[in-house]
C-alpha cells in the first residue's frame, strides 16, 4: 500500500534561512487574513508561487516563535507542539462562554433554563452513541437503536451490541470524571468499547501485540504507522502524566487550556493507536472524560461524532498535518474546536426546537381542562404522542428517557389514561399506553 501523497512542507532552518524570509517577515502571520491555520498543502495555491517557499519559511519562523511545547513526544523523541493564534483565542472564548455557563447560554434567550434543562434530560447521550457507533461502521437505523436503548432489550448482533456499548461506556465516563487517568481506565474504557465485538480480532481491554496496524487517509494511503507495540504501556504512561499534570497556570505551572488538553488527549489516543479496534471510540470518551472532569458540564449533551461521521477525510487529514509539519498539534486543534462549535450549533437548533414545540402544544393545552393538571413530563409525552398517533409508551421507557424512577412513570402514564388522552393495554405482562390516533381532534374539540 503506498503512502500518502500529502507533501512534506518545506522544511524552516535558523539561522541558515533567515536571511531569505527577511523580506517577507512583515508581509507573514501565523494565520492568513482571515484567521486559517493553514497547511503548506492549502498555502502553497494562496500565494504567488514564485515565492512561495520564502514565504512558507515566514510563516514558519513566526509560528516556530510562538510554539508551546508539551509533555507529550513521538516515537523518536520530537515534541509535539501547537499554539494559539488569535482566532483559536477567539474560538475558545465563544466556547468557554458557552460551556461554562448554563444552558441558557446555548439555546434561545426568551425560554426559561429550567424548560431547556429538561429537554437536555431526554435523550442526547444516546444520540451520541448511536452516531458514534455509525461512524465506526455500525448500520443499524437510529430508531431501532433508541428504542433498544430506551427498553434495555440486548442487542441481537454486533451493530447494537457497539451502540450499547458506546451508550455505557458515555456513562462510565462520567462516573469517572472526578478521577485521575490510568492505564487501568484506558484499557477499561477500551472493554466496554468492544465488549461481544470482533471486528478485526479485537481483545477487549487488551492492547494490540503486534504492528501490522496502521491508518488510511481517506484514500486508501497508509497516513501513519503507530509506534511500536513494545511502546505501548511506556507511552500511555507518559499521556496519563500528561493528563494528570496541573496545567491550571496557577503557583508557576504551565496553563494548558482544558479544551486544548482534551482535544490533545483525543489526538494521541489516535496517535498511539494501542488496540487492534476501538481507538477511535476509546479516545473519544477519553475526550468526553476530561472535559467533564474539568466541569464543563454541557459536554455530555453535544455529539462530536456526528460531524466527524460527515466529514471523516477532513479528520484523518489533520492527522497528516500534524504529522507531517513539525508535529504541530494546531491544525487538529483547530479542527476540533471547528467540530465542537458546530456540535454547540447543533444543540442550539435541537433545545430551540424542542422548546418551540412545546410551548405550542402547552398553550393548546392550556385552554383545556386538563391544562392546570398536567406536568412538563405530561405535556411533553402529549406532544410526542401527536406527533406520532399510535405510538406506544412504557412505565420503563419514559422512566429512562426522564430519569425518573418507574413509580413515578407510572403514575403520569395512567393520569393521561385516566384523562382518556392515552389509551392502555396488556402485552403479556406488560402495562403498554398508546397514542389515540384521534388525539389532536380531542385536544382540539375540549378547548375552552
Known sequence: MA????????????PDDFKEIAPYINQCDVTDAKGRYLPWAQFKWRVDKKNAESLWKAVKFKRMSQYKKIELKDEKGKPFVYCTPHSMEAILYRLVKITGGNVGAVADSTASDSLQSKFLVSSLIMEEAITSAQLEGASTTREVAKKMLEDEREPIDEDERMILNNYLLLQYAEQKCKDELTLDMILEFHRIATQGTTENNVVPGAFRVDNDIYIEDGDGNVAHQPPDFNLIEQRLMSLCEFANQDHTGQGGCDFVHP???????????GFEHPFRDGNGRTARALFYWFMLKSDYRLFKYISISKLLKEKPKDYGLSYIYTEKDDNDLTYFIYYQLDTISKAFEELKSYLDHKVHEFKKISESLEKTAWG??????QKDLI???VKEPGRVFTIREISKSYSITDNTSRSYLNKLTEFKLFLSTKDGRKIIYIAPSDLLNKLNSAKA
Open 383 to 385: 406532544k410526542k404522542a
Open 372 to 377: 392546570s393538571k398536567l406536568n412538563f413530563i
Open 259 to 269: 479544551l486544548i488538553k482534551a482535544i490533545v488527549l483525543h489526538f494521541m489516543v
Open 3 to 14: 503512502k500518502s501523497r500529502v507533501e512534506t512542507p518545506p522544511i524552516f532552518s535558523f
